[in-house]
């Protein structure tokens, strides 16, 4: 008998606070957690690790990134203990070798775009966790495809997750006024639609939705991980929206693809 199949799920992770935080975004992933089999793996496509080419983690013990400044001291002191899986990471340099994606033995770890959300989603750390890097060079209809060639790992017992935020302009973010920019609420409002109506040419030329895209995603690093989210989606499968949330100019939109009821 053959494994059932992992969903893939988009979070938007918004402040690394969060993780010190017990809040209604919180709980909502500790939630969704207790909701979750346990996969074999986790393969992580964070916004925060970019690069040139694609890298794959492959360090046993990957160590946790507190890739940020200005916070808290016990932020800092968070620590994501989960082990790797070297081997894993291998057969993903071999199954990318189309994208001649290599494996990164001990140059990167757990960024706060990970172990940020997975710190509720899998409180234990006790399953092997790997990180896809985004690699620079690439157009948003390359990394779709990376996606796409990730998606038999579902049904080996990995779960694909993306960790970014569809709405993500640090420059406009104005933590006094919380309530949604319109321009933010619309472009948000748009995605959301399109990722339950399985429209996804109109979120990979997520530019051409409207005026409101350029102030969404001024740079695509926080939005191209839904893409890889989306690829792997097979076609009798539907996408569901949820924690739908707009916070001035930053959504916490998220997205499951083949979660079961």
Request: glycine share 6%; net charge negative; hydrophobic share 45%.
């Amino acid at each position: 008998m053959t494994a059932p199949r992992m969903p893939a799920l988009f979070f938007g992770h918004g402040s690394p606070m969060n993780a010190l935080e017990d809040n209604p975004m919180t709980r909502s992933w500790t939630a969704m957690g207790q909701r979750l089999r346990r996969p074999r793996a986790l393969l992580c496509i964070s916004a925060h690790w970019e690069t040139k080419g694609v890298l794959i983690t492959a360090a046993e013990h990957p160590r946790t990134i507190h890739d940020f400044y200005g916070f808290p001291q016990a932020l800092y002191d968070v620590t994501y203990p989960a082990p790797g899986d070297p081997a894993l990471a291998k057969a993903l340099e071999a199954r990318l070798a189309p994208f001649r994606a290599r494996a990164d033995l001990d140059g990167w770890g757990l960024d706060h775009g990970t172990w940020s959300v997975l710190k509720f989603l899998f409180p234990k750390a006790d399953v092997p966790t790997l990180q896809l890097s985004l690699d620079l060079r690439r157009t948003p209809a390359e990394h779709y495809a990376i996606g796409q060639a990730l998606a038999p790992l579902r049904e080996e017992g990995v779960m694909i997750l993306g960790m970014g935020n569809i709405v993500h302009n640090l420059r406009l973010f104005n933590p006094r006024a919380l309530q949604p920019l319109p321009w933010a609420q619309t472009f948000d409002d748009i995605v959301a639609a399109k990722i339950e109506a399985g429209d996804h040419a109109g979120l990979i030329d997520y530019r051409a939705i409207g005026p409101e895209a350029a102030l969404a995603v001024p740079e695509p690093d926080h939005f191209l991980p839904l893409l890889y989210t989306l690829a792997t989606q097979a076609a009798d499968e539907t996408a569901q929206v949820f924690n739908k949330v707009v916070v001035g100019s930053l959504s916490m939109t998220s997205a499951a693809v083949g979660l079961a009821a």
